[in-house]
């Protein structure tokens, strides 16, 4: 593993602790603002972070040809699933939703086959089941209702199609300038929802300092950085590589619930560990088997 290996790797563990973090963080926040205002809301902090970032960068100049696929980022990647993932947190809870999030590296990998036509090795496979069934372990099986599923799932696949087209098409780019451009995309798409919502909102929305400091963290941290860190890392590795790290983020919302709401730790949470841990370190590690590597999916 060279140096350049181990910095992505470090971008792609920070990206997931973030995400595993959000978790706990809107989950407070949603109790004080109504769910898809929260999510404008983030998007506008986002967006300001960013332009406060790139305000001395030479602006960048997107092909004619690139603009379908940086609306594809901001309308489908980031408006569409992140609502689509709030609304399935809601009716499926927040367990059911982050073990059906932890399918984006099963999906991602499947497209990156088709669309990049990237291998799908024996050590991909083999750690993407580990990983997945130790989140399985970690969550447990819960009864949900079908909307909440199937709002889920939408999340997770327009989330890793646009993940794909992204390395596709934006290595070209500046991570963060388009990472701000597909933001604000994402902003405006989400006002309107966010108007309705809030018109038909009986309750009102309550505003005090942990709430704006939850928000300005879901904002910066949890969107800004972490969505230009996910498309750097896009750019340098394969996106089946980059799914790999996906079950840190249940296993840092799992942990996070166990330090701030004493939640307690079981022993189907101790194996669940250590099949996530396992499952990534094969899916990075393993070298390609002659016998036991799975050539290119075709369509």
Known sequence: MNHSSRKVYLYLLTVFILWGSLYVVSGFVMGKIPTFTVCFLRFVIAFAALTLMTRRRKKIHI?????????????????LSMDFQFLGTKYAGSGMASLLNSLNPV??????????????????IFGILLSVTGVYLILGGESVSGAGVCFSL????????????????????????????????????????????????????????????????????????????????????????????????????????????????????????SFIVVGILSALLMKRMPTGSIKYFRG
């Open 107 to 124: 999906v991602i990998s499947i497209l990156s086959a088709v669309i990049l036509k990237e291998k799908l090795t024996f050590g991909k």
């Open 63 to 79: 092909e004619k040809a690139d603009y379908k696929y940086l609306f594809l980022m901001g309308f489908l990647g980031y408006f």
């Open 154 to 273: 939408i999340s997770v696949v327009s989330w890793s199609f646009v993940s794909v087209m992204t390395r596709k098409s934006m290595q070209k780019y500046d991570s963060l300038q388009i990472t701000r451009y597909g933001i604000m995309i994402a902003m405006f798409c989400n006002l309107p929802v966010c108007l309705c919502e809030l018109h038909g909102k009986a309750s009102t929305v309550t505003l005090d300092l942990s709430c704006v400091a939850g928000l300005l963290y879901m904002g910066i941290f949890c969107t800004g950085v972490s969505y230009i860190l996910w498309n750097k890392s896009l750019m340098l590795l394969e996106a089946g590589t980059c799914s790999a790290f996906y079950p840190v983020q249940p296993l840092v919302s799992t942990v996070l619930g166990i330090l701030f709401f004493h939640e307690k730790t079981t022993v189907s949470f101790l194996a669940g560990t």
